[in-house]
């Protein structure tokens, strides 16, 4: 029973199924208090699914409720206690739900991207749909302290390997790209105000002087949390504490929100509301209601033309993020936004002059614009036609 191969996920019957994985083995050693599982092909099961072996490890701790033991260079992955190997086996399932199949077309060929903000998503090499993770979930925050091995340009996986999950290669320099522009983009944002209109330099010089500050900054993140084993960092950033907020408290009202974002001194700046727009709304599946339902919330942080600016920018990442599901309502959202005056007619006509990578990258900006047409359009008859009545008055 040890032997042979399991498909990923295990519930896909098919046995000509392209992505295998070897059947986990777990082997119990010592003897009372002392009692541990060694996990002897862990790194092999955690390469067919290109994911280091340290997170199944992690998981299955966590699900379990047992200490883990990680020793990379020896290749040494234990829980503690005594496990049999099908409990393993299914939370193993979980864990490839969670952290490895695309939310879209379930294919198990992802990439897990850490973003500067902190947060996870699952890259689809087979359909492009970049999904969220879910952050409450305890091995998210593990993830974030100890990201997957950078992609190299063109090349292979530092360690984590592809497994049999072949035919990514040709996709991973876009990979790399994509986490450089993310981080680029976040770099931006966190420019002072006065830079805000700055654009972006794309000369290769400058791009390749920002993947050297983004691995700083990982190192900086590596650094902060190299003391013990940390179960409790939690993140100083406080764009980081509100985003983790709104997540771990679903139930909390706008106010409530709101109230946080201050005892963070976040509550006059605009680039909070981005954080909100966010982490609020990246399940919702009734956005241009949801935006009705928390017109306030997003007028709260300020009304001033860069404050609109920034709830334009919060959703102009939301449909970078869902562009399946969102960008064809890009006009209804836009027009939601409109219609609670959140935003107001001169921002959006302002906006619509032309795409800024402002937020999002340039192609994903001309492709909302491109959606916005029809909403902006309308917008500058409404606007002409007031103008005409304003005259005969
Ligand atoms: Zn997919």
């Keep these: 029973m040890s032997s042979g191969n399991y498909n990923i996920p295990r519930s896909v019957k098919d046995s000509f199924h392209r992505y295998t ?17 060694v996990l002897p092909n862990i790194v092999d099961v955690a390469r067919a699914l290109s994911r280091p072996p340290s997170y199944p490890t992690k ?9 883990v033991q990680i020793e990379e260079k020896s290749e040494k992955y234990i829980v503690n206690g005594a496990h049999e190997v099908s409990k393993l086996q299914d939370a193993l399932d979980g864990f490839i739900d969670r952290y490895v199949l695309c939310a879209v077309c379930k294919n198990p060929e992802t990439d897990l991207i850490v973003g500067k903000d902190k947060l996870i ?7 492009g749909e970049r999904s969220n993770v879910d952050m409450r979930h305890g091995l998210a925050k593990y993830i974030v302290n100890h990201p997957p091995p950078k992609v190299k340009k063109g090349g292979q996986h530092a360690s984590a390997g592809n497994g049999n999950a072949s035919g990514s290669e040709a996709d991973q320099g876009d990979d790399y790209d994509a986490l450089a522009q993310e981080t680029a983009k976040l770099a931006l944002a966190d420019e002072d105000d006065e830079d805000w209109d700055l654009e972006l330099d794309m000369s290769d010089e400058a791009v390749a002087q ?11 993140i590596d650094r902060h949390n190299s003391g013990a084993d940390n179960e409790n960092e939690d993140s100083d950033d406080p764009y980081d504490q509100l985003g983790d907020f709104i997540r771990a408290t679903p ?5 409530e929100i709101f109230t946080k974002a201050t005892e963070l001194h976040l509550g006059k700046k605009h680039r909070a509301v981005i954080v909100v727009i966010l982490c609020l709304f990246e399940e919702s599946t ?19 033309d860069k404050h609109q600016r920034a709830v334009i920018g919060g959703f102009e990442r939301l449909i970078e993020e869902r562009q399946d599901a969102l960008l064809a309502k890009t006009p209804a959202i836009l ?10 007619e001169e921002a959006f006509l302002e906006w619509g002059k032309k795409p800024s990578k402002k937020y999002v990258d340039k192609d994903v900006a001309k492709k909302i614009h491109k959606a916005a047409e029809p909403f902006i359009q309308w917008l500058a008859e409404a606007e002409e036609a007031t103008d005409s009545e304003d005259d005969e008055e």
């Design 121 to 127: 998503v699952r890259k689809c090499g087979a359909c």
């Design 251 to 255: 139930e909390a009202t706008d106010r």
């Design 335 to 344: 027009k939601a936004l409109f219609d609670e005056e959140i935003v107001e």
């Design 21 to 37: 994985m070897p059947r986990l083995q777990a082997k119990i050693e010592g003897k009372g208090n002392g009692i541990k599982t």
């Design 210 to 220: 920002r993947q050297v500050a983004t691995a700083a900054g990982l190192s900086v």
């Design 59 to 67: 998981y299955f701790g966590g699900e379990l409720g047992a200490q």
């Design 286 to 304: 009734t956005v241009v209601k949801d935006i009705a339902k928390h017109d306030k919330l997003l007028m709260s942080f300020g009304t001033s």
